[in-house]
């Protein structure tokens, strides 16, 4: 266990002419902005997120990856716009993401310390909104509640939302060259969305009574959780009563540090070990 130990912590310091195959680390934080948080990009109400990858360097400026990516996002009234908050609405949901990119480094890194660079691609993803039952504590997923009015007959143009979507993943960061094998960054990466539903809030309450019968008690109460405030209206609101914003879709976004390491060289080999001019070997007969 040692020597595997040792082994990772120096493939950063293996030395190479130039790497084409990268494993990509990141770690960090993820947000979102949507009916539940209206700050463009902050830290307040943030979780942590985690990704890896493999990076493929197409030039020295110039390659794509793909990456598995995996954060939480939430919002509360309680910490939105005063004028909100009145709703009492909040919300959770994990974020599983897979992505593919492609980034182009602005500065070459085996001449260059440091180098902005910017990065797109395609994503596709799955999330799933749920709050907490606030006498147990319980979680209560969302989607299945229609809370307003997806997939009930009298809303025929309200569709259920689906879980797995498509998003557009762009961003720009800076990379550090730690060693000859290895960078360091920083990066801040948006998705543009195409569902206002990430947060299970987007356009107007529906009639109580039409909510009642199709989904049940728990539904009413979590389509309305104003009575639960102190000073609460305790009324239902009526039927068309704006809930959310519908106009603008839901964002979410990843920002943290990311960290690529070399495995392969030009002639595709993994790990290798033969030394180049000016390189150092990797460590040897460590298992």
Request: hydrophobic content about 35%; proline content about 4%; some cysteine.
């Amino acid at each position: 266990m040692r020597k595997l130990l040792f082994l990772l912590l120096a493939l950063p310091f293996c030395g190479y002419a130039q790497r084409k195959l990268n494993l990509t680390l990141f770690g960090g934080f993820s947000n979102y902005n949507g009916d539940l948080q209206s700050k463009r990009f902050t830290t307040d109400q943030s979780k942590g997120a985690i990704g890896a990858g493999l990076r493929y360097e197409v030039s020295s400026k110039f390659a794509v990856h793909g990456n598995l990516m995996y954060g939480k996002v939430a919002g509360d009234d309680k910490r939105n716009e005063p004028s909100l908050r009145h709703r009492n609405l909040n919300f959770e949901t994990r974020i599983y993401e897979g992505n593919l990119l492609a980034d182009y480094t602005f500065l070459d890194l085996k001449e260059h310390a440091v180098s902005p660079y910017v990065f797109a691609g395609i994503a596709l993803y799955r999330f799933n909104p749920y709050t907490f039952d606030t006498l147990t504590g319980r979680k209560v997923y969302l989607r299945p509640l229609s809370t307003e009015g997806q997939g009930l007959s009298q809303y025929p143009d309200r569709k259920p939302y689906s879980i797995y979507q498509i998003g557009i993943p762009f961003g720009a960061g800076f990379r550090f060259r730690i060693t000859d094998n290895a960078t360091l960054g920083y990066e801040i990466g948006l998705r543009k969305l195409f569902t206002d539903y990430i947060d299970d809030v987007s356009t107007t309450y529906v009639e109580r009574a039409a909510l009642l019968a199709a989904r049940g008690q728990r539904a009413v109460d979590y389509a309305y959780r104003g009575d639960e405030l102190k000073d609460g209206n305790p009324n239902y609101p009526s039927y068309i009563t704006v809930r959310g914003g519908a106009e603008f879709k839901d964002w979410y976004y990843f920002s943290g540090i990311t960290l690529s390491i070399g495995i392969s060289d030009l002639d595709g080999k993994i790990f290798n070990k033969k030394s180049r001019k000016g390189s150092v070997d990797c460590p040897k007969d460590v298992l």
